[in-house]
């Protein structure tokens, strides 16, 4: 079975541009969740669909969005880029999103923002 | 953001020794969660927890939910070279909404 794959793996964009990134979670997993990783912030939580729905936000501005499509297949959109933007961007896809739903992350996409 | 404190920052081992790392945090958590991450890669799931005191092994790796919901031990018995790489843990807050909130990692450095 395939793992979560994430494309672009590798970008740069300059301030004030907008990015999408994209994420498509093993068959058959509906729930897919974004984190932002950091050297000083560590992992933190962006949001998580499910059923092209956003079930759970985490605490980041109103330029960070997403959504989810009909095959679960989800993307990331950052408008208005900053240079603190820059990170490591994961995506995670589980079965149902539920507590006991093992996560499986993607290899991430590398932002950099000049 | 939220971020669990882990210990110790980084550590450098001899290959054999035994690991202990540990994750605290003020809040309570009914999961508590340990990945590793490689270079390049995302973060893997090593071993899940579900109950307080519940102490739960995966091959060397052996791992225990706090008794009072608020820290989690890993440990890594006769270390290996291709053990290396940043650990996190991980607390899944289910108050409303799930969230899992991460630790700020581990990096082990094993020395052959």
């Known amino acids: 079975k395939a793992g979560v794959t994430q494309t672009p793996r590798y970008l740069i964009k300059t301030r004030g541009q907008q990015v999408t990134l994209s994420c498509s979670p093993i068959?058959?997993?509906?729930?897919v969740s974004w984190y932002q990783q950091t050297p000083g912030q560590g992992l933190q939580f962006l949001f998580e669909?499910?059923?092209?729905?956003?079930?759970n936000k985490g605490n980041f501005p109103g330029r960070f969005s997403g959504r989810q499509f009909s095959n679960s297949r989800s993307e990331m959109n950052v408008s208005t880029l900053e240079l603190g933007d820059s990170a490591l961007y994961l995506c995670a896809s589980s079965v149902l999103g539920h507590p006991t739903d093992t996560q499986y992350f993607g290899p991430g996409t590398r932002l950099t923002v000049l | 953001g939220q971020q669990l404190n882990q210990s110790p920052q980084s550590m450098f081992i001899q290959e054999g020794e035994d690991v202990s790392m540990n994750c605290t945090s003020s809040s309570i958590f009914n999961t508590w969660l340990w990945y590793k991450q490689d270079p390049g890669e995302g973060p893997v799931l090593l071993i899940a927890l579900y109950k307080a005191g519940e102490l739960t092994s995966n091959g060397r790796l052996t791992a225990q939910f706090g008794i009072t919901r608020k820290d989690s031990f890993l440990n890594i018995s006769a270390s290996i070279p291709s053990d290396v790489g940043i650990y996190f843990c991980a607390g899944l807050a289910t108050s409303g909404t799930y969230k899992y909130i991460f630790g700020t990692g581990t990096r082990l450095k094993v020395l052959a």
């Open positions: 068959s058959g997993h509906r729930s």
């Open positions: 669909y499910f059923s092209e729905t956003q079930r």
